[in-house]
């Protein structure tokens, strides 16, 4: 028989990037300890909410608005983000466990409270977020999985696009930052058929970076290596089927 489920409990989806990579240090797997747990939305772990019962955002956030950053990597961007904005709340979503770490290390030298980390994968999260919870979100430097054969693997696909518009609400802004050419072809086709609306009106509105953004290492890493850095911004409006694409 074929296991349609995690030893966790949750489904069976397919997973392509890294859970973990180098040794951590002692310090980063102090933080896991010590800090993980409190800051972790527990209706998203299977083992605590195998139901799905949707998330109680309101008195996660004490009704704040909310954000959410989707594959914060080392987590620069997503601390500057909440330092900067101290009236909302900021839930970021990360399955590698040493991008967390690096991530813990971070809020406690910045001492920022408005926050909340999901260690897993983002589609865990969209299973009890309520809808029309989301008034901003962020995707920074995805994976670019630049092989053809593995665009299917990429966030910009249905499996991640129609459950990422259920949980915005109308007029909430999608915000990408990518410096693979491929990649901002695949996200101007996928994304508007999910329901979004690309926001730009002249050429500096994708070449040039928004007035908040924190240029993260991966951008660096980018620039050094010649790559052109693009800035697209979507709005959520049109239910899926009206945008022309029935799933």
Not at 69 to 86: D, T
Request: aromatic share 10%; hydrophobic share 35%.
């Amino acid at each position: 028989m074929t296991q349609d489920r995690h030893p966790s409990g949750a489904p069976w989806r397919n997973f392509y990037g890294r859970f973990k990579g180098k040794t951590m240090r002692d310090s980063q797997h102090r933080y896991l300890a010590e800090d993980l747990a409190a800051l972790s939305p527990g209706a998203v772990d299977w083992d605590v909410n195998p139901d799905r019962t949707p998330l109680d955002v309101g008195q996660l956030f004490d009704g704040k608005e909310v954000w959410l950053e989707i594959g914060f990597g080392g987590g620069e961007h997503f601390v500057h983000m909440a330092a900067a904005n101290p009236q909302i709340g900021l839930i970021g979503c990360e399955p590698y466990i040493n991008g967390v770490a690096m991530l813990l290390g971070k809020i406690r030298k910045a001492d920022v409270s408005n926050i909340a980390v999901h260690p897993g994968d983002a589609r865990d999260l969209f299973d009890v977020l309520p809808p029309q919870t989301l008034s901003k979100v962020f995707l920074n430097y995805p994976d670019p999985w630049p092989k053809k054969r593995h665009h299917r693997r990429r966030f910009v696909t249905p499996d991640h696009l129609i459950p990422l518009h259920r949980v915005m609400k109308p007029g909430a802004e999608l915000r990408v930052a990518t410096d693979i050419k491929d990649y901002v072809r695949q996200t101007l086709e996928e994304v508007p058929k999910a329901g979004f609306t690309w926001m730009a009106e002249q050429a500096t509105d994708w070449r040039s970076p928004w007035s908040d953004w924190l240029s993260t290492r991966y951008e660096q890493k980018a620039l050094r290596e010649g790559r052109t850095p693009h800035y697209l911004t979507f709005r959520r409006d049109a239910e899926p089927e009206e945008a022309g694409q029935i799933f």
